[in-house]
T-cell receptor, first 112, second 112 residues
Framework: KAGVTQTPRYLIKTRGQQVTLSCSPI?????VSWYQQTPGQGLQFLFE???????NKGNFPGRFSGRQFSNSRSEMNVSTLELGDSALYLC???????????FGPGTRLTVL | GENVEQHPSTLSVQEGDSAVIKCTYS??????FPWYKQELGKRPQLIID?????GEKKDQRIAVTLNKTAKHFSLHITETQPEDSAVYFC???????????FGKGTLLTVNP
């Protein structure tokens, strides 16, 4: 079974721009979660989707948004980028909530 | 919301010694507690997990204990090896809110 994939792997943007990150879950997994990882804050939950519905959202500003498609692929969008948005963005998929989450390799976003 | 505290933030042991990492959680309704290992530059990977109806679980050199009354759980690694060196994250989730909350991580260094 192919693992979780994320594209692109690296991104460099400037302040004020917007960015879209993509995540393809393991086949059959319908739950996709997104996390922001930074050295100071660790892994912080952004949001979780299941069957195209956002079921929970973390404490991030409205500039962070996401969606899930009918094939369970998910995208997250960050608008009006700030320097502090520089981080590794990880997505993870699972069959159901409370099951093991399998992580993708992440997208390294650098905001200049 | 859920808050997960993890200690220590860094841990250095000699090869062959045991290592213990402790986490406390705030939401008494949390019912699933995974532990992830993240090697440098790699994605987090599940190493062991425990559910709230179990007090202890073991897998070869790794064990996890859960004390629901005190709301804490611990990771025990015996006979540590240099390849155990990594950052370890604990996490907790209440199935009904779909949000996995992570501790800040423990950098474990096993010295040969």
């Amino acid at each position: 079974k192919a693992g979780v994939t994320q594209t692109p792997r690296y991104l460099i943007k400037t302040r004020g721009q917007q960015v879209t990150l993509s995540c393809s879950p393991i086949s059959g997994h319908r739950s996709v979660s997104w996390y922001q990882q930074t050295p100071g804050q660790g892994l912080q939950f952004l949001f979780e989707y299941f069957s195209e519905t956002q079921r929970n959202k973390g404490n991030f500003p409205g500039r962070f948004s996401g969606r899930q498609f009918s094939n369970s692929r998910s995208e997250m969008n960050v608008s009006t980028l700030e320097l502090g948005d520089s981080a590794l963005y990880l997505c993870a998929s699972s069959l159901r909530t409370g099951d093991e989450q399998f992580f993708g390799p992440g997208t390294r976003l650098t905001v200049l | 919301g859920e808050n997960v505290e993890q200690h220590p933030s860094t841990l250095s042991v000699q090869e062959g010694d045991s290592a213990v990492i402790k986490c406390t959680y705030s939401d008494s309704a949390s019912n699933y507690f995974p532990w992830y290992k993240q090697e440098l530059g790699k994605r987090p990977q599940l190493i062991i997990d425990i559910r709230s109806n179990v007090g202890e679980k073991k897998d070869q050199r790794i064990a996890v204990t859960l004390n629901k009354t005190a709301k804490h759980f611990s990771l025990h690694i015996t006979e540590t090896q240099p390849e155990d060196s990594a950052v370890y994250f604990c996490a907790a989730i209440r199935g009904s809110n779909y949000k996995l909350t992570f501790g800040k991580g423990t950098l474990l260094t096993v010295n040969p």
